[in-house]
């Protein structure tokens, strides 16, 4: 549940998103605003033609009730006929026409002569608004309820000239009519909606549409953000395929494209200078490795020497011989291996990933180093766990072990402890070196890792070593970190690297 909602909200912030919700408000407000606009103005007609035809039939009525009224001013009808005619018209009025719910005559004094409710015979009008308006001698409406039900209340004047015999009051339900209204702003409601729905469909699909380039684009700097090596992001393949536009979005794409390859050019001249670079620092620390490999080639020289002349000028029996050549065997031995060990070490460097044993690689690199704990008072311990294949290139990633340990070694001064531990967390390879020497100032920790920073005599350190070294591990995904021991003990580094999965 929580995964979902993290996905909704970073969908909120996306370009397509925000687009989405962008249109969908505003398809919202004018589909809202245009249904309002509709009904209203539907509503307002539904209203004028129902008091139309109210007023038409207030008109008929008028006609026909003022002639009557006329015979009985004459002496054609009396006031009893009067009265059964008035009657006789209502009940015959409210039969041919449903809607009508209540009539009633009035006189000039307000009294009921005549009604749709018997009960009321004689009675005083009870809506003054009505009788007032009657009094003025114009036709009026208004909305009102009779017996709970919405009506159309008309009060027509039985009047010819300034004769006035009073009026007719009339209740037309608008039952129908509120029907038609509900009915008509359903079916806008359900357009409405329709509508909505509809134009959500567009726009989802024009949003898709217009961020799909830049989603592209995206992905390849989230590629190129990702890997250190460009030649190396897959995404990059794709920016042929990107579609040529003449609007803004493709200014973006070409402005994009140009960038990458500034990127490509500037990553293919930062490899040449690094592997420049890596070479140099290699060969200075051939350099430093040089006085302690010729003691250790000089030793066994001297003894191949020296069994030469015994087996040359000396006088030997058979066993004495033998020993003369095993020791000649022995010796010659061990410089092949210093010398090919030396050899792997300092040749060309060319980037070669694949799965290393990270544990072998280290038990290499401190044969080669050998020579200063043996002639010095300083002692080398390993605590190497078992590791999964390491993605590395073991030329690089030497000469960054290689530069740690000599730092190492040169920091104790003669004598100490070298600590050298590899362990497995959480699918990465964590291998620790720590010295005894007097640690890292506190003030400079935070600088070892810049090009040229060093606290060598000139000429004994190019301030590269570290920087190269951090360099070459994040080129493998990995970490370096530095830190001093607890009390002043010396110092420790920490290399991370990512295992390869089997």
Known sequence: MRLLFRRAVAWLFTLQGKFIIAASVCSILFTTAGGLIIISRDVAQYRQNSISQ??????????????????????MMDDRDLKDFLDYFIIQFMQRDPRVVHMAVIDTAGKIVASSDIKRYGELYDDRKSLAELKMLEVTSSTGHFNGKSVLNISVPLNISSKSWGGLCICISTADVDEAISKRRKEITLIAALFFVL????????????AKP?????????????NVDLEQVEVLHDISRLQARRDELGRLQNSFLWMVQRLRQADLENKKAMETLIQTEKMVSIGQLASGVAHEINNPL???????????????????????????????????????????FSRM?????????????????????????????????????????????ENLMGQVLMNILTNALQAMDGEGLLTIRTELRDSFAYISIEDTGPGIAPDILPSIFEPFFTTKPVGDGTG??????????????????????????????????PVTEV
């Open 464 to 497: 590269l070593g570290l920087s190269i070294s951090k360099s070459i591990v994040e080129q493998h995904g990995g970490a370096i970190t530095a830190e001093n021991l607890p009390n002043g003990r010396g110092a420790r580094f920490i290399i991370i690297i």
């Open 349 to 393: 460097t060319v980037k070669d990933p694949r799965p290393g044993n990270i544990n072998s690689l280290i038990r290499r690199i401190l044969l080669l180093l050998n020579y200063r704990p043996s002639e010095r008072r300083m002692t080398i311990h390993t605590e190497l766990a078992d590791l999964p294949p390491v993605m590395m290139d």
């Open 54 to 75: 109210g007023r038409a039939i207030a008109e008929i009525s008028r006609l026909t009730l003022t002639n009557v009224m006329v015979y009985n001013e004459l002496g």
């Open 199 to 210: 134009s959500l469909l567009i726009v989802r699909v024009g949003a898709k549409i217009l």
């Open 214 to 226: 830049v989603i592209q684009l995206a992905g390849i700097m989230d590629g190129i953000k990702n």
């Open 302 to 344: 001297g003894g191949i020497a020296l069994c030469f002349d015994n087996l040359v000028n000396g006088k030997l029996d058979e066993d004495v011989r033998n020993e003369h050549v095993e020791v000649i065997n022995e010796s010659l031995q061990k410089i092949r291996k210093i010398v090919a060990q030396l050899l792997h």
